[in-house]
């Protein structure tokens, strides 16, 4: 009985990756129109609300008035709170839409001052232009934060010196605020990485994600449990052949990490 052969799918057939079709300019009038939507959305949610308890207590006051106070609990405590989380959803999407139409403008900007490579990536290039920027940005932030911090470890704080104690919290939060400066670098270092697999790899569609475990990350939480000595706290990714530390994020180039990560090509540019 003759064998079935396997046939690779043609190029053509397969499905591109949506960073790589995806166009800055429309989506930016997307988004900024959806932005305008839920923005008009939370305003409403809101003006609705103070209408409806406003009424109801006019109304209540002139016609019930002794149930005035069981109509004020009910508004503003049972009310107000559904209100707040209805206004907040509508205008967190507000925002969301706003960061998109903001990075849709930047890719943009970025799309028109690289004038080489091919123009049916010019999008994914973009992005691993954006994000090299990104990077660069957040590191500057990072050692801005430590600028004149003389640290002091935590065994030799006295906590009973009210001052030391302020100036170690102070210690803590520009030590948190600059680590999580680094995390976004390196986040974004990542990407860059990713968006370079894409440009050599456009019909590649498994997202970000599916090449490693994320491990959440505090940065309070973090700087504590390394000073008391965990050296595991600052582990950012896990893959199947080794983990990654914010650092080590950083240390290496995109090309180094594309081939690690996305490739898993270990041992590879070390």
């Known amino acids: 009985m003759a064998t079935a052969t396997a046939h690779p799918i043609p190029t053509e057939a397969r499905a591109l990756n949506p960073f790589v079709t995806y166009d800055p300019a429309v989506m930016q009038k997307s988004n900024t129109r959806w932005k305008a939507v839920w923005l008009v959305a939370a305003l409403v949610t809101a003006a609705a609300f103070t209408a409806l308890a406003t009424a109801a207590i006019i109304y209540t006051t002139l016609h019930f008035p002794i149930h005035l106070p069981t109509v004020s609990i009910l508004v503003f405590a049972a009310g107000m709170p559904t209100s707040f989380r209805a206004f907040k959803y509508l205008w967190d999407k507000k925002d969301l839409y706003a960061q998109e139409a903001s990075i849709d403008a930047q890719l ?19 992005r691993y232009d954006y994000y090299r920027a990104e990077k660069t940005r957040f590191e500057k932030k990072a050692k801005n934060f430590l600028e004149d911090l003389k640290p002091k470890p935590l065994a030799e704080v006295d906590f009973n010196d009210r001052k030391e104690v302020k100036q ?10 600059s680590k999580y400066c680094e995390h976004k670098a390196s986040l974004c270092h990542l990407k860059s990485a990713y968006f370079l697999h ?20 505090d940065p309070y939480t973090r700087y504590l449990a ?16 080794r983990n990654y530390t914010q650092a080590d994020l950083l240390r290496k180039s995109p090309e180094q990490l594309k081939r690690e990560i996305f490739e898993g090509k270990t041992g590879w540019f070390r």
């Open 108 to 126: 943009i900007q970025h799309i028109q001052a690289n004038t080489q490579g091919d123009p049916k990536l010019k999008s994914v290039q973009a």
């Open 168 to 177: 170690f919290e102070k210690q803590v939060k520009q030590q948190g605020l």
């Open 198 to 217: 894409l440009m050599e790899n456009p019909y590649e569609n498994r997202p970000m994600s599916n090449f490693f475990q994320f491990t959440p990350f």
């Open 226 to 241: 390394m000073e008391h000595g965990d050296k595991t706290a600052d582990i950012l990714l896990k893959t199947p052949s």
